[in-house]
């Protein structure tokens, strides 16, 4: 750039919760004076969902975006074209900014090929006669707010299911399944709180099997009825030993299922994106298949399950959900610089470079043993 030797935006954190203030500077050195109408920077908050789809024969593109945050500010000069133009001196000069994120329930910071989230502060360098530099810096939001604490997640789930062998209208050969789930609302990093038992006074073996599902919904307005996409991945699953005919187990989790890092619950909070997950238990018996599946629904929270009457809580640290990571899966990929997404699965034989990873909250070391 003439004249522009660096131009940068620094941010006092990377990481911020809805109602927080956003502080950081500008940094821009001249080589020599410069003729700088304004220095203007904006917040924004952008969901973003695109994807092809076949209309007549025909690959269509289709695309929508919501905007949550949209504030913006000048920290030099005047925005307007009418006046003298201020001149700069040349050096090292940084401008202090500060914007305020509302207190509203906002989406999390989320990245994938079908749809994102981003949250950035942008810089406009206003210079006459010329195009106007200008510069990005994401960071990442931790949202939206849900309290392992709150009461409609503290109440236990329980399910049970009995499958029987039927023959000549008699019920017999039955196999037993129950399961209770403690609370509703975890961590990532937390263990989740299951206890399971099969009773197997069949003729075949069985094995308890628990998944856990992430499912990430899309929706473009398009229309009347719009457009949709959805996505699965498993982010954790576990298969028990046999059970053979006549014995019975009792199962808990402890900590054999710890929540990988995955984003949040998101349902209700952004139109284009939904994201929740979905806890299955069922039976796999050796002949007939799986069968007796329970579905308890998961809500990953941002806030972390606090013990009462106890003084050192849990540490909560910010990590990057991995793809492909060993005991679970994470929609991806972060984001790319310089790549974009076409809608087909076209892998660039070129090294990826990534300009930005969300993160989420995770429990550092959790206790074991906190007792509620």
Known sequence: MDNISEFDIKLEKDIYYAGETIQGHVILHTTENFKLRSMRLSLRGQAHAEWKILVSGDRRNVKDDQYFVDERIVVW?????????????????????TFNL???ALPCSFESRTGYIRYYVKATVDRPYASPPQGLKYFTLIGPHIDCMDEQYLKPMIGSEV??????????????????????????????KLRAAIDNKGIEKAWLQVKLTQYVEFFIDRGVLGTS???????????????????????????????????????????????????????????????????????VATVPFRIPNLTQQPQIKYETAME?????CYIGPEFLLGQVYDGSDHLTTQAPLILYRPVYVCIANEKKTQNR
């Open 163 to 192: 499958r029987t062998s039927c023959c000549f209208c008699c019920r017999r050969n039955p196999v037993e399944l129950s399961a209770q789930l403690e609370r509703s609302a975890y961590v990532c990093g937390e263990s989740i």
């Open 102 to 104: 509302p207190e509203s």
């Open 324 to 328: 492909n990571v060993e005991g679970g």
């Open 229 to 299: 996409k959805e996505q699965q991945k498993v982010v954790m699953e576990y298969k028990g030993e046999p059970v053979p005919p006549g014995t019975a187990i009792k199962w808990d989790s402890s900590k054999k299922m710890i929540l990988p890092v995955c984003p949040p619950t998101l349902v209700g909070v952004c139109r284009l994106i939904q994201i929740y997950y979905v806890l299955k238990v069922s039976v796999q018996l050796e002949k007939s298949g799986e069968d007796m599946q329970m579905h308890f629904p998961i809500t």
């Open 77 to 97: 000069g005047h925005d307007s074209s009418e006046g003298p133009i201020p001149i700069l001196p040349r050096g090292k000069h940084q401008f202090p900014f």
